[in-house]
């Protein structure tokens, strides 16, 4: 297995010793607590488990400013369901690079969509959410997110 691979998963899959983990480093960086010590105490994990997962888990929207998220959205075959997607985004302030709908099939249909999330993107967490309520949509997956490249000129 390679140690270097990265994963995607949602918070509800994530052990909670993980969760901890990042809520201990959220409270040193707040200077909620000024001590590593502190930090455990206070979240319910040992220094060790602190000190072996602190450099492996990071929240998925942290620096994401400047990224390209591709989602892969499963909805229904219903008129409306797109436009509200679209709306939603743009309510948000993410730029849409790319949108692919397959022709749907049973009254379903796939979407994949590419989005830029600059300085001006409101809450992404809160662009995700908003998007996998609404209604007709099944599933959404985020299939990746990198560095976005541009080049002036």
């Not at 959220?26 to 979240?43: F, G, P």
């Not at 492996?56 to 959205?73: A, C, M, Q, S, W």
């Not at 976005?148 to 000129?153: A, V």
Request: glycine share 6%; net charge negative.
């Amino acid at each position: 297995m390679d140690r270097n691979t990265y994963y995607l998963i949602k918070e509800k899959a994530v052990p909670e010793v993980l969760l901890k983990v990042i809520e201990a480093r959220k409270l040193l960086e707040s200077e909620q607590v000024l001590t590593i010590n502190d930090a455990v105490e206070r979240v319910g994990i040992s220094r060790s488990s602190y000190y072996k997962y602190k450099d492996d888990i990071h929240p998925f929207y942290e620096n994401v400013r400047g990224k390209t998220i591709t989602f892969l959205l499963q909805m229904t075959d219903e008129s409306g369901v797109l436009s509200r997607v679209l709306q939603k985004i743009a309510q948000c302030r993410a730029n849409i690079l790319t949108i692919h709908q397959s022709i749907p099939v049973n009254g379903t249909a796939m979407l994949t969509l590419s989005i830029e999330v600059s300085d001006d993107t409101e809450s992404v967490a809160e662009m995700i959410g908003g998007v996998e309520a609404l209604e007709g949509i099944q599933y959404m997956k985020i299939l990746s997110r990198e560095e976005s490249i541009r080049q002036s000129g």
